[in-house]
């Protein structure tokens, strides 16, 4: 075994503290240091090229947010220092996040930057904002995960060089996103069954939670416009849930769909057990525990820390299984502390390895379903995944969940945060 898998081994054996409750209560406690989310908000999500968000560029998707962040904190936006973009496919974001922070209504002071880790872009925003504060840097922030995936295409690996391809490791990051499902499908015994099996949950989750409207205080509604395909109309329209949620979805419903990619054994990724290409945008609004009572703000939740490891790009798709372990290790809590695991679901494949492999109980993780019934907006997912994971808490009476996505490219990352609604 080598040095590498040695340590990865060590950390996924770290599943259990040993001072479980005491870390638990360390975490709860309220210090005026912590770093807060006093506003958690997201649009809704939609179907790339198809939904209510299709024609909604990336631009007109962070105003439109960012107003609702300004108006419905009633901060004084003189008071918001920096605000940073999960991104992860438009060209010229950085252009696209500090133009969109102005016409938005905040100051020429408000600062502006662009984080792309591909899908752990939006938690890397949260990390970036909330590492600022701590050091002192800034004292407010936003932390923005946002993608058009309609506007803006996902052409996958740029060519390289010779010394990349030819190199063990770095060659496997031309394999595209499809491969790695199938690689980790087949690495891990993971049948189609449990595929759909896993996904069809998915979406009788995700349609139970819409249905008893559990997303409603998560989500803002988006007035835009949107272009009739036929006719070539435009029509505003408000765009106020998310639309990839297919009801009455089975097992056997989702058996039915071909393979989507039958050149990569064991072909066992369908369009139906993958996370959907979809438009949408989150925010949250950071700041110091003294801060925030300072200025008057509700405090929502607090961002505990986040964690990034490395792993094969072949079978980028467990990250979470080494990401969760590590994230836990580090703040000594067990999985059984934890009362939702909210785990992007980026194929089927990676999602029943993961919770299977990590031993979770099933009705914690991703109670109001995942990106395979929610969609997927790339750079979106990780600030989105956090609105919902507080949203969940607070109508559960919880307060802690783990946020966890694999990482194109071979990585994983993982955070920790606590209700205090």
């Known amino acids: 075994?080598?040095?590498?898998?040695?340590?990865?081994?060590?950390?996924?054996?770290?599943?259990?503290?040993?001072?479980?409750?005491?870390?638990?209560?360390?975490?709860?406690?309220?210090?005026?240091?912590?770093?807060?989310?006093t506003l958690a908000v997201r649009t809704p999500l939609t179907k790339a090229r198809k939904g209510g968000l299709k024609d909604t560029p990336l631009d007109e998707l962070l105003v439109s947010l960012l107003t609702t962040v300004r108006e419905k904190s009633k901060l004084d936006p003189n008071l918001v220092e920096d605000v940073c973009v999960g991104n992860v496919?438009?060209?010229g974001a950085a252009y696209i996040a500090r133009s969109a922070v102005l016409a938005a209504g905040f100051p020429e002071t408000t600062a502006a930057s662009v984080s792309n880790r591909f899908c752990s872009s939006g938690l890397l925003s949260i990390q970036n904002i909330a590492n600022q504060i701590i050091?002192?840097?800034?004292?407010?922030?936003?932390?923005?995960?946002?993608?058009?995936?309609?506007?803006?295409?996902?052409?996958?690996a740029p060519k390289m060089s010779d010394a990349?391809?030819?190199?063990?490791?770095?060659?496997?990051?031309?394999?595209?996103?499809?491969?790695?499902?199938?690689?980790?499908?087949?690495?891990?015994?993971?049948t189609r069954q449990q595929m759909d099996a896993f996904a069809a949950k998915s979406f009788q989750k995700a349609e139970h939670a819409q249905?008893?409207?559990?997303?409603?205080?998560?989500?803002?509604?988006?007035?835009?416009?949107?272009?009739?395909?036929?006719?070539?109309?435009?029509?505003?329209?408000?765009?106020?849930?998310?639309?990839g949620v297919r009801y009455g979805t089975t097992p056997e419903s989702l058996g039915k769909i071909r393979a989507a990619f039958p050149q990569w054994a064991p072909s066992n990724t369908t369009g139906g057990n993958a996370s959907q290409i979809t438009d949408g945008a989150a925010a949250v609004l950071l700041m110091k525990r003294s801060r925030a009572q300072q200025l008057g703000q509700p405090i929502v939740g607090k961002f505990v820390g986040a964690t990034v490891i490395g792993l094969e790009p072949r079978i980028m798709g467990i990250g979470p299984s080494i990401a969760i372990?590590?994230?836990?290790?580090?703040?000594?809590?067990?999985?059984?502390?934890?009362?939702?695991?909210?785990?992007?679901?980026?194929?089927?494949?990676?999602?029943?390895?993961?919770?299977?492999?990590?031993?979770?109980?099933?009705?914690?993780?991703?109670?109001?379903g995942g990106a395979i019934a929610l969609g997927h907006p790339l750079g979106c997912t990780g600030a989105r995944q956090v609105v919902t994971a507080l949203s969940e808490l607070r109508r559960q009476n919880k307060r802690v969940a783990v946020t966890s996505m694999c990482v194109g490219t071979g990585m994983g990352m993982a955070g920790i945060f606590v209700s205090e609604h």
């Open 1 to 37: 075994m080598s040095s590498a898998q040695q340590r990865l081994s060590s950390i996924a054996n770290q599943l259990t503290g040993s001072t479980g409750s005491a870390a638990r209560q360390k975490i709860l406690a309220q210090n005026p240091d912590d770093i807060v989310i």
């Open 89 to 91: 496919l438009a060209s």
């Open 211 to 243: 249905k008893a409207g559990w997303f409603d205080d998560e989500i803002t509604p988006i007035r835009t416009k949107v272009k009739d395909p036929k006719t070539g109309e435009v029509k505003e329209v408000v765009v106020n849930r998310d639309d």
């Open 325 to 368: 372990p590590k994230i836990l290790s580090k703040f000594n809590l067990s999985k059984d502390e934890v009362d939702v695991f909210e785990i992007n679901e980026a194929f089927a494949s990676m999602g029943v390895y993961c919770v299977d492999k990590l031993g979770l109980d099933e009705t914690k993780v991703n109670p109001r």
């Open 164 to 190: 990349i391809l030819a190199h063990r490791l770095a060659g496997q990051n031309t394999q595209p996103m499809g491969q790695t499902s199938e690689n980790v499908a087949g690495q891990f015994n993971v």
């Open 135 to 156: 050091a002192g840097s800034i004292d407010v922030g936003i932390a923005v995960g946002a993608e058009s995936m309609s506007t803006n295409s996902d052409d996958g």
